[in-house]
């Protein structure tokens, strides 16, 4: 879903060259059509719903998304920003559903 050309069940992460940094331009673009980071979150199939081969060839554990902070830093995002797309709109998100 990262790269174009992806096709389910056939493609590969390492034979379409998706990594964390592709990850993080995707959450890059989004964030930008958007206007800021309220609008961007990541998710994981790391709970055995697809396992690795629908992840990015780089990410082999969930211990493994720590490198992505470090990547937005790289962009020019702020704490506020990472926080934001790694947990916040998630929780902003169910609070406001279950109010």
Request: proline fraction near 4%; charge should be negative; charged fraction near 20%.
């Amino acid at each position: 879903m990262m790269v174009p050309g992806w096709i389910r069940g056939k493609s590969t992460p390492a034979g379409m060259n998706c990594t964390l940094e592709i990850m993080a331009d995707n959450i890059d673009h989004i964030c930008q059509l958007a206007g800021n980071t309220l609008h961007a979150g990541i998710g994981s199939d790391l709970d055995g719903t697809f396992g690795t081969e629908q992840c990015p060839s780089d990410l082999e554990t969930i211990a493994d998304l720590q490198k992505v902070p470090g990547m937005l830093r790289r962009r020019g995002y702020t704490e506020a920003d990472i926080e934001n797309i790694f947990s916040g709109n998630f929780i902003r998100f169910m609070r406001e559903a279950l109010n």
